[in-house]
């Protein structure tokens, strides 16, 4: 079966513009995560959808990120008027549901770099 | 506070030999998950093996096994027979339960295992 994917695998973009971030996750999973990944802040949660509604979205660094699912299936992180410190991997992830004991699946990841 | 604890930024070991990678978690929630991710230099996270905190038995998944000491709150990883592709950066999590319902993961910093031939 397909794991969860994840596109662009890679995107430059100038500093101002705005980005968009695809996941899509292992079908049949309800939970679905996004995480931030850069050298200086190690692994960091962002939002999580439980369905098509965020139920925590405590680890959106400010109000230029934003994500929405749709049909309980994919994902999109947008970014906007990037900046410089927004250069990271975004790793999305998948789970069957959301309790404890459910293991997330994750994508390859979006390297973002801000140039 | 820090809530997931890995004290070893890069660790060697010679190959065949076994290997412990150390992991220490705080919460006050009595219902939780521990888990272990391996990310290679290619960079996805890959699932590696899942202890929960009301199970009875250390999680093994073939060369990897879980010392779970819950009175010290330490889960750390064992890694048997190591291979040359077991050369990654390993992390460890925690999934907090009761009061997260969501069920965000917490990482640590990560422990970069290189494998010697």
């Known amino acids: 079966g397909a794991g969860v994917s994840q596109s662009p695998s890679n995107k430059v973009t100038e500093k101002g513009k705005d980005v968009e971030l695809r996941c899509d996750p292992i079908?049949?999973?309800?939970?679905l995560y996004w995480y931030r990944q850069s050298l200086g802040q190690g692994l960091e949660f962002l939002i999580y959808?439980?369905?098509?509604?965020?139920?925590?979205k405590s680890g959106l660094p400010s109000d230029r990120f934003s994500a929405e699912r749709t049909g309980g299936s994919v994902s999109t992180l947008t970014i906007q008027r990037t900046q410089q410190e927004d250069s990271a991997v975004y790793l999305c992830?998948?789970?069957?549901?959301?309790?404890?004991?459910?293991?997330?699946?994750f994508g390859p990841g979006t390297r973002l770099l801000v140039l | 506070a820090q809530k997931i604890t890995q004290t070893q930024p890069g660790m060697f070991v010679q190959e065949k030999e076994a290997v412990t990678l150390d992991c220490t978690y705080d919460t006050s929630d009595p219902s939780y998950g521990l888990f272990w991710y391996k990310q290679p230099s290619s960079g996805e996270m890959i699932f590696l093996i899942y202890?929960?905190?009301?199970?009875?038995q250390n999680a093994t998944e073939g060369r990897y096994s879980l010392n779970f000491q819950k009175a010290r709150k330490s889960a750390n990883l064992v890694i048997s027979a190591s291979q040359l592709g077991d050369s990654a950066m390993y992390f460890c999590?925690?999934?907090?339960?009761?009061?997260?319902?969501?069920?965000?993961?917490?990482f640590g910093q990560g422990t970069e295992l290189s494998v010697k031939p």
């Open positions: 079908s049949g999973h309800t939970a």
């Open positions: 999590a925690m999934r907090e339960g009761r009061y997260n319902q969501g069920g965000k993961l917490i």
């Open positions: 202890q929960g905190s009301y199970d009875q």
């Open positions: 992830a998948s789970s069957l549901a959301s309790q404890a004991k459910e293991t997330q699946y």
């Open positions: 959808f439980q369905g098509n509604s965020a139920p925590d």
